[in-house]
């Protein structure tokens, strides 16, 4: 996201944080549903023009409200959805040229997603040991025995699951939301995965138990080299946790860089808007929050022109419904798409 920035050293950013996962120019179209088949195909554009480098050992925030097309990108990088322009490369290579049975098999290992559902991710039936026993026989081949229980402890005890011989023998149902939620995590280093596709995964947590995911999630990304793609509509998380953000807004990106000059310095009216909705305890209920004209969020499809925020900004331009801005570089890797600034 910064490899025009000349304040940056960009030498060393790649030498310590490799690039491994890049979009580039990402589209999706989904055929709008109800459609008679007489009438003529619609579609949603549900992400429009995405780029991001994700890199070694970093995060990248993905934040947007409810159907901005945030769990739909990273469904593109798992191959669950085929990008209608565009594409995510891994390592260099578009994910569309992996075909083989071989290559497959090493991508979907290499990224995994973490869903928000803690509940419904994990097979009732068995217990935390088959969970994660399975990865290792298939993707590396480890037999039942003093090594695979090694690994198995080993693992248990980097999430934070202790005593780890007890939570062995458990099924999913024994667990707390939290505890699951760290096994699904402990799944992706049973496979060894590189990088973690994490789709609101505290949303269903309590919320005195997900700083405890969310520290583990840093941990794996600063103690083992995990990547992330954190995909949230809470802002504030993703500044604890991701070096950079994305802020979307109806599959657009709108603000995007360095996660601490886009919170602490946001630009976009939308981005704006959803840090002062944020709860903040200092301050009072009565304090009204920035006007915006319309809660409506639109429906974007292909052919529409101009910034799809400009139906509810307060400072939208005439310009703004006739055609997107080129992205404005505010400060070092600090980025927006708003007429406001050009
Ligand atoms: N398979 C699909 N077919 C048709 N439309 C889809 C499909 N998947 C997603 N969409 C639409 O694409 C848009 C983006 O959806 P997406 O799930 O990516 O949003 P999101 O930001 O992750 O929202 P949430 O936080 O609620 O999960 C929505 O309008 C959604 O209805």
């Given at each position: 996201?910064n490899?025009?920035s000349?304040h940056i050293d960009q030498a060393a950013l790649d030498a310590k944080h490799p690039?491994?996962?890049?979009?580039?120019?990402?589209?999706?179209?989904?055929?709008?549903?109800?459609?008679?088949?007489?009438?003529?195909?619609?579609?949603?554009?549900?992400?429009?023009?995405?780029?991001?480098?994700?890199r070694?050992?970093?995060?990248?925030?993905?934040?947007?409200?409810?159907?901005?097309?945030?769990?739909?990108?990273?469904?593109?990088?798992?191959?669950?959805?085929?990008?209608?322009?565009?594409?995510?490369?891994?390592?260099?290579?578009?994910?569309?040229?992996?075909?083989?049975?071989?290559?497959?098999?090493?991508?979907?290992?290499?990224?995994?997603?973490?869903?928000?559902?803690?509940?419904?991710?994990?097979?009732?039936?068995?217990?935390?040991?088959?969970?994660?026993?399975?990865?290792?026989?298939?993707?590396?081949?480890?037999?039942?025995?003093?090594?695979?229980?090694?690994?198995?402890?080993?693992?248990?005890?980097?999430?934070?699951?202790?005593?780890?011989?007890?939570?062995?023998?458990?099924?999913?149902?024994?667990?707390?939301?939290?505890?699951?939620?760290?096994?699904?995590?402990?799944?992706?280093?049973?496979?060894?995965?590189?990088?973690?596709?994490?789709?609101?995964?505290?949303?269903?947590?309590?919320?005195?138990?997900?700083?405890?995911?969310?520290?583990?999630?840093?941990?794996?990304?600063?103690?083992?080299?995990?990547?992330?793609?954190?995909?949230?509509?809470?802002?504030?998380?993703?500044?604890?946790?991701?070096?950079?953000?994305?802020?979307?807004?109806?599959?657009?990106?709108?603000?995007?860089?360095?996660?601490?000059?886009?919170?602490?310095?946001?630009?976009?009216?939308?981005?704006?808007?959803?840090?002062?909705?944020?709860?903040?305890?200092?301050?009072?209920?009565?304090?009204?929050?920035?006007?915006?004209?319309?809660?409506?969020?639109?429906?974007?499809?292909?052919?529409?022109?101009?910034?799809?925020?400009?139906?509810?900004?307060?400072?939208?331009?005439?310009?703004?419904?006739?055609?997107?801005?080129?992205?404005?570089?505010?400060?070092?890797?600090?980025?927006?798409?708003?007429?406001?600034?050009?």
């Amino acid at each position: 996201m910064n490899a025009r920035s000349p304040h940056i050293d960009q030498a060393a950013l790649d030498a310590k944080h490799p690039v491994i996962l890049e979009a580039k120019d990402l589209c999706i179209d989904f055929r709008k549903k109800g459609d008679s088949i007489f009438s003529p195909k619609q579609y949603l554009r549900a992400v429009n023009g995405l780029n991001f480098q994700l890199r070694e050992a970093r995060c990248v925030a993905v934040v947007g409200e409810s159907g901005c097309g945030k769990s739909t990108s990273a469904k593109i990088a798992t191959k669950i959805h085929k990008a209608t322009e565009g594409g995510i490369y891994y390592h260099g290579t578009n994910i569309d040229e992996f075909t083989s049975g071989e290559e497959l098999d090493a991508y979907r290992r290499d990224v995994q997603m973490v869903f928000q559902d803690p509940f419904s991710s994990l097979n009732p039936l068995h217990t935390i040991r088959y969970h994660l026993m399975r990865p290792m026989q298939i993707y590396h081949g480890i037999k039942p025995g003093k090594e695979m229980e090694y690994r198995l402890i080993k693992i248990l005890t980097q999430v934070g699951l202790t005593p780890p011989q007890e939570v062995l023998d458990k099924f999913p149902h024994q667990l707390s939301g939290g505890q699951r939620q760290r096994v699904f995590l402990a799944k992706t280093l049973a496979i060894g995965a590189k990088v973690i596709l994490a789709d609101e995964p505290t949303s269903m947590l309590d919320v005195s138990i997900r700083i405890g995911v969310l520290n583990l999630m840093n941990r794996m990304k600063h103690e083992m080299g995990k990547s992330f793609m954190y995909i949230t509509h809470d802002i504030a998380t993703a500044r604890y946790f991701a070096e950079d953000t994305i802020v979307l807004y109806c599959g657009h990106m709108v603000e995007w860089g360095d996660t601490e000059q886009i919170t602490q310095n946001p630009q976009h009216p939308y981005t704006q808007l959803l840090l002062a909705a944020v709860p903040d305890p200092s301050r009072s209920i009565h304090e009204k929050l920035p006007t915006h004209r319309s809660m409506e969020t639109p429906m974007w499809s292909p052919e529409k022109k101009g910034c799809p925020y400009a139906g509810r900004c307060p400072q939208a331009k005439a310009e703004c419904s006739q055609y997107l801005p080129e992205p404005v570089e505010i400060s070092a890797n600090h980025f927006t798409r708003c007429h406001l600034f050009t």
